[in-house]
Structures are given as structure tokens and as C-alpha cells.
């Protein structure tokens, strides 16, 4: 059993969440049940969930976006039918993800962290998901686009959302 990390904050939810990993042997098996446990705890998950479940089971951070994204049974606040993740990590920002942030706002009206009116996408950020050399990097569910140009980016997503 490998060593436990410390939790995220004082809340105490997080002990159920460490105790589902603990329970597993802090085995990566054990992905999909701890993060239904941070769903069930906090009824959503968000990136500090992410980085402390990827990071307690080592798993690479972009699987974790992964199935969390593929699983319609998560919620990704604040929880829109589809996810969209910008990364603003270092390597992305350098590579123009700024950009693609801002024209996603104009072309959906919504902010950051918000869902559009309909309820279809959430727009979400996230500071590295993991696949540096790949940036700038979005992902739309568990669907990675890598070297994503502010152009493609909207054009996925505008498919998206008139469907
Ligand atoms: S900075 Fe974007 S994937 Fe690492």
C-alpha cells in the first residue's frame, strides 16, 4: 500500500474519498469507484478532485479527465450535457490556449465555469491536464484535441451544441 497524500483541505468528505483509495490499496482499478465517491460527497467533481484522486492512485491526469468526461454519470460543475476543457496550464498558455478561452466565451456567451442557458456545455478550465506536449490542449468530453487553434475549437464545439 502506498503512502496516503495529504487531503485537499479539512473537509471532511475527503475522508471518504481517501478511504474508498485506502480501501482498494491505492490500486489505479480503483479510479472509476473514487471518483463516484467524490461524486457522491460533493455531487460533482472539479479539478482539485482530479488532481488528489490522479495523484493518490498515480494515474495520469489525463485519464482521469477521461473518464470523468466519458461518463455521463459525472458531473463536472457545474454540469452541462457535454464538458469542455480549456487547458491554461504553462505549456498551453504560452501556445495561444488564452485565445481559444476567449473565443469560446464570445462564440457560446458564457464565462468560464459557466453552462450555457440550454444546459448542453459547461466551459471549463483546468491548469494541466497532463499532455504538455501536445498543447495547446482542449478537451471536448474525453475527446482531446491536441494543437487546438481557436478556429477548431469553436467549430467542434458549434457542432456540439446546435445537435
Ligand atoms: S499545460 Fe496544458 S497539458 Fe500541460
Not at 22 to 39: D, F, M, P
Amino acid at each position: 500500500m502506498k503512502a496516503t497524500l495529504a487531503l485537499p483541505s479539512d473537509d471532511k468528505r475527503w475522508r471518504m474519498v481517501n478511504a474508498t483509495m485506502r480501501r482498494h490499496g491505492y490500486s489505479s482499478s480503483a479510479l472509476i469507484e473514487a471518483l463516484h465517491t467524490v461524486q457522491q460527497a460533493f455531487g460533482y467533481l472539479d479539478e482539485t478532485a482530479l488532481q488528489y484522486v490522479a495523484k493518490s492512485l498515480r494515474v495520469p491526469l489525463s485519464r482521469v479527465y477521461g473518464v470523468a468526461t466519458f461518463y455521463n454519470h459525472f458531473m463536472m460543475k457545474p454540469g452541462g450535457t457535454h464538458t469542455c476543457v480549456v487547458c491554461l496550464g504553462t505549456a498551453c498558455y504560452i501556445k495561444g490556449s488564452p485565445q481559444i478561452l476567449e473565443t469560446l466565451e464570445k462564440r457560446l456567451a458564457i464565462r468560464k465555469g459557466q453552462t450555457t442557458p440550454d444546459g448542453k456545455l459547461s466551459l471549463m478550465v483546468a491548469h494541466c491536464v497532463g499532455m504538455c506536449w501536445l498543447a495547446p490542449v482542449v478537451m471536448l468530453d474525453d475527446d482531446v484535441q491536441a494543437e487546438a487553434t481557436p478556429a477548431q475549437a469553436a467549430t467542434k464545439i458549434q457542432e456540439w451544441v446546435s445537435k
